[in-house]
């Protein structure tokens, strides 16, 4: 079955500065790879995903990039904002309405 | 946008009872939800994918007797916790997939404590 391996565990960043997140994947069936944002005592959210048909995607502060060929995809944070500091957990799955794998995390901390 | 409401949002219960867990995606249907545990400060665990009108599929190690889950409408799926243990607290999560505009959307958890 799909395995995902995230690094780091724990990030800790400047206020302004940028955070990168990186994970592989093992199966090279997956096409679909969402990340979510978990605050404290809550369910993961959405906030960008991408398709193995694409190399990059932006929204505002927030880009992922995959090299499917590599299996491998990492979520960049830029200007980060102390609104950011949250448990970030990358995922892979068959497609988007398929079971998700997911990561083991990254606790994001924006310091002041 | 797709809602997954999971209730109760936190449960405490005796060691040998039951508890049960519900997920309703409360403006589309949905005919397969997923299961979820969660360990403090680790990643969430797929436990079981819910099939309307059919059985559970669980995944490897997950025991079928222990975690009933029951889906018998296109917006609810239950997760029953039977003779729970204190080994059984964990943070409970459900999601589904409207296989539309919005994919897959999580439920807010259910914190469950045996004591």
């Known amino acids: 079955g799909e395995n995902v391996e995230q690094h780091p565990s724990t990030l800790s960043v400047q206020e302004g500065d940028s955070a990168v997140i990186k994970c592989t994947y093992s199966?090279?069936?997956?096409?679909?790879f969402p990340w979510y944002k978990q605050e404290l005592g809550k369910g993961p959210q959405l906030i960008i995903d991408i398709r193995s048909n694409v190399g990059e995607k932006k929204d505002q502060r927030i880009a992922v990039t995959l090299n499917k060929t590599a299996k491998h995809f990492s979520l960049h944070i830029t200007e980060t904002q102390p609104e950011d500091s949250a448990v970030y957990f990358c995922?892979?799955?068959?497609?988007?309405?398929?079971?998700?794998?997911f990561g083991k995390g990254t606790r994001l901390h924006i310091l002041p | 946008g797709a809602v997954v409401s999971q209730h109760p949002s936190r449960v405490i219960c005796k060691s040998g009872t039951s508890v049960k867990i519900e997920c309703r995606s409360l403006?589309?249907?949905?005919?397969?939800m997923f299961w979820y545990r969660q360990f403090p400060k680790q990643s969430l665990m797929l436990m079981a994918t819910?099939?309307?009108?059919?059985?559970?599929?669980?995944e490897q190690g997950v025991e079928k007797d222990k975690f009933l889950i029951n889906h018998a409408s296109l917006t609810l799926s239950t997760l029953t916790v039977t003779s729970a243990h204190p080994e059984d607290s964990s943070f409970y999560i459900c999601?589904?997939?409207?296989?539309?505009?919005?994919?897959?959307?999580f439920g807010s958890g259910t914190r469950l404590t045996v004591v």
């Open positions: 199966d090279s069936a997956s096409n679909y």
């Open positions: 995922a892979a799955s068959l497609n988007r309405d398929d079971k998700i794998i």
């Open positions: 819910s099939n309307e009108g059919s059985k559970a599929t669980y």
């Open positions: 999601s589904a997939s409207d296989r539309g505009a919005y994919g897959y959307t």
């Open positions: 403006d589309f249907q949905a005919t397969t």
